[in-house]
């Protein structure tokens, strides 16, 4: 694995869409072996938590991508995500914000 996917590998971040409803994330990226000897695949994962919001009950969805790795690992790096259309800016937690997305997800 390159060293710039171990660099987003564990990553959480914060942010808001745009309409304005908060959302943590979550970066997994390593490569999986398949047992026909076809290889290691990269992939990169990112989870999306909304917390529930008036109107809104709280939300997971994921995305997971073996294609493009390095546009999206650079985009991932500068705080932005294309989440199946729709732009995510994001940035890294403080350590209290840590806290909170930990509570509300149980992600490490």
Known sequence: ??????????LLGI??????RDFYLRVAAGSLAYDRGE???KYIQVYLFQP???????DVNDMFETDD???LAADISRGMLDWY??????????????????AATGWE
């Open 15 to 20: 942010g808001a869409d745009a309409e304005g």
């Open 39 to 41: 290889g290691d695949v």
């Open 85 to 102: 259309g729709n732009r995510l800016d994001f940035r890294t937690p403080t350590p209290e914000e840590r806290d909170i997305i930990r």
């Open 1 to 10: 694995m390159s060293q710039e996917y171990s660099s987003i590998n564990g």
């Open 52 to 58: 529930a919001s008036p109107g809104h009950p709280a």
């Open 69 to 71: 790795l390095d546009e």
